[in-house]
């Protein structure tokens, strides 16, 4: 099994073959329409075409397929997130701003349960699960991305502006998920706007 080097703050990682990528895929759409724990690995591998055995010598565990799919969902998040920056004014505020409109965009199309990140840790709290630090590690590089942002916008405050545009947007992706009000990161976003004004 080809895996990468692992730390606290960067798990091993497998090597992808066809194979594993067709689990990886399965794995994710079954963990977020149904939870971690409510999916076995005899129906990830029945949904990938593969056999249980395969699963288990690439990835070892379920564990490690639960790592696979949430690094992957932030390694795509990333690069999503990296173009519509890209694509925006370069402007500090209009890149915070940016971050929002991201997000929604995300959620309307690939997250209709909310933040898959936050689901997954509902599920996963313990610190010494593998793909725990996936989860907080994503949530820590948004709060990084804020606080560079906020640094931009008022160097005095930027801690304090980082955490209260982290606070909005955490909880607008929850909001969104559980469908408490329409269009929950269309409002955050202006109420970030108002903030930075």
Not at 45 to 67: N, P, W
Not at 168 to 182: K, Y
Request: proline share 6%.
């Amino acid at each position: 099994m080809g895996t990468t080097a692992s730390t606290a703050e960067n798990p091993r990682r497998i090597t992808m073959t066809p194979a594993a990528r067709r689990v990886v895929e399965a794995a994710a759409r079954l963990f977020y329409e149904r939870g971690i724990h409510a999916v076995g690995v005899d129906l990830i591998a029945a949904e990938a075409g593969v056999t249980k055995k395969t699963l288990y010598d690439r990835f070892g565990s379920k564990e490690q397929v639960v790592v696979e799919y949430l690094a992957d969902r932030d390694e795509r998040w990333r690069a999503f997130l990296a173009e519509r920056l890209d694509a925006a004014p370069p402007e500090p505020g209009e890149q915070v701003l940016a971050v929002f409109d991201a997000s929604r965009e995300w959620a309307a199309e690939l997250s209709p349960k909310g933040c898959s990140m936050v689901n997954a840790h509902a599920e996963i709290s313990d610190p010494a699960h593998p793909a725990h630090p996936v989860i907080t590690g994503q949530k820590q590089w948004m709060l990084a991305l804020f606080t560079r942002l906020a640094s931009d916008i008022a160097p005095e405050r930027a801690d304090a502006l980082a955490r209260a545009l982290m606070l909005l947007h955490e909880g607008a992706l929850v909001a969104h998920g559980l469908g408490i009000f329409p269009d929950a990161i269309a409002q955050a976003r202006e109420q970030a706007r108002a903030l930075l004004a």
